[in-house]
């Protein structure tokens, strides 16, 4: 087993860099949304759409084409050259990491397999993430198309499958490379296993009514905690926006936040659960380190979104909301492995 460990450190390393990758990639793309430079690109070009605006004839084609969308028209008409320039970098720059991120999965890929580096299992899960990475730009197109038509701002619900396909996409790669870092098997707890899925699919769905709050600008009502405006648990707009009322806990500003506030106490007390069901286990040294990480990460990630509300979403603490989000799922991922495989 521990040469086959050393025989896959290269596809390990390469698979780690993935993650890093698109954890950067995530950081920027926070950065994009909350400074709005999203809808600043209106085109799509592959190849010639890595390389940005070289003079001011080039600024002023890309200005010109920026106007005759929504965005321009109906928020951001008192730009000038220089303001749209500001939020031109943070749009491009997120579209040349996920170009990048691309040419590392894909070129490497190709090496591993022609050097016949790569088992069958990890050929088949390598076609995954290749897949995923593939559908994560198609997303990230889709949801910048939804801002184009009549909106000046995006569907929530694709920015929402944009996010999360991020997240999964880096939890799987980040899976994969702790099923060659970890070849052996183990004997496993089957019940404790399958209550820790659970916790995941609960935080999976608060990552997402996150991606909800942002498409809607949600964070910036009822910046109260505990309580929403008013003093009150439910404030009464969480079920008046939208009829009929479930579409209030979908698409109303409201209705979406009262949610993730909810959902945020949910994934606390399962994490205190998994914490201390753990504790009248027999652990190995690294189960142990993935579940007192999930505990501090769990106080950390809901300290900052309860500040992230009160401060109003400040575009920094914003970022550091989706960075604890991100850090968060990697430690279940790891704590889930560790207690699967």
């Given at each position: 087993?521990a ?18 990758l ?5 950081i ?16 799509y ?10 003079n ?5 084609e ?5 106007k ?6 109906k ?10 320039k ?16 691309g040419?590392v ?15 069958k299992s ?10 995923l990475?593939g559908f994560?730009?198609?997303l990230?197109?889709y ?8 909106k ?5 619900f ?5 996010l999360?396909?991020?997240f999964?996409?880096f ?12 070849p ?5 707890d089957?019940?404790?296993?399958n209550?820790?899925?659970i916790g ?17 600008d ?9 309580l929403?405006?008013e ?30 506030r ?17 504790k ?10 993935g579940?007192?990480?999930?505990l501090?990460m ?8 309860v ?8 575009v ?14 990697s ?11």
């Open positions: 087993m040469s086959q460990k050393k025989e896959n450190k290269a596809v390990i390393y390469w698979l780690l860099t993935g993650c890093i698109i954890f950067i990639m995530v920027v793309g926070g950065i994009t949304r909350l400074t709005h430079s999203g809808l600043s690109i209106s085109n070009k592959l190849i010639s759409g890595t390389i940005p605006p070289m001011e004839v080039e600024w002023n890309a200005f010109e084409l920026y005759q969308y929504p965005e321009y028209q928020l951001h008409n008192h730009f000038g050259l220089e303001e749209f500001d939020i031109y970098f943070w749009e491009w720059i997120h579209r040349v990491i996920g170009r990048f991120i040419l999965f894909i070129i490497p890929f190709i090496y591993f397999l022609i050097k016949k580096r790569l088992s990890t050929f088949k899960k390598s076609l995954v993430l290749l897949f990475g994560q730009g198609f990230g197109w949801m910048v198309k939804s801002g184009l038509v009549d000046p701002n995006v569907s929530h694709r920015l929402a499958a944009h999360t396909t991020a999964l996409t939890a799987y790669t980040f899976w994969v490379a702790l099923d060659l870092m970890f052996d098997k183990k004997v496993i089957k019940k404790f296993r209550f820790i899925r995941l699919a609960v935080l999976i769905l608060q990552i997402i009514y996150g991606a909800f709050v942002a498409g809607l949600a964070g910036w009502i009822h910046n109260h905690w505990p929403m405006n003093g009150k648990l439910m404030h009464e707009t969480v079920l008046i926006e939208h009829s009929p009322t479930y579409l209030n806990f979908i698409e109303g500003k409201s209705g979406v936040q009262f949610v993730h909810t959902l945020a106490y949910v994934v606390v007390i399962f994490i205190l659960a998994i914490w201390y069901k753990a009248r286990m027999t652990l190995t040294t690294l189960q142990t380190k579940i007192n990480l999930l501090i769990v106080g950390v990630q809901f300290l900052l979104g500040f992230t509300l009160l401060l109003a979403v400040p920094w603490l914003g970022v550091l909301h989706q960075v604890g989000a991100f850090i968060l799922l430690a279940m991922t790891f704590t889930l492995h560790r207690f699967t495989k």
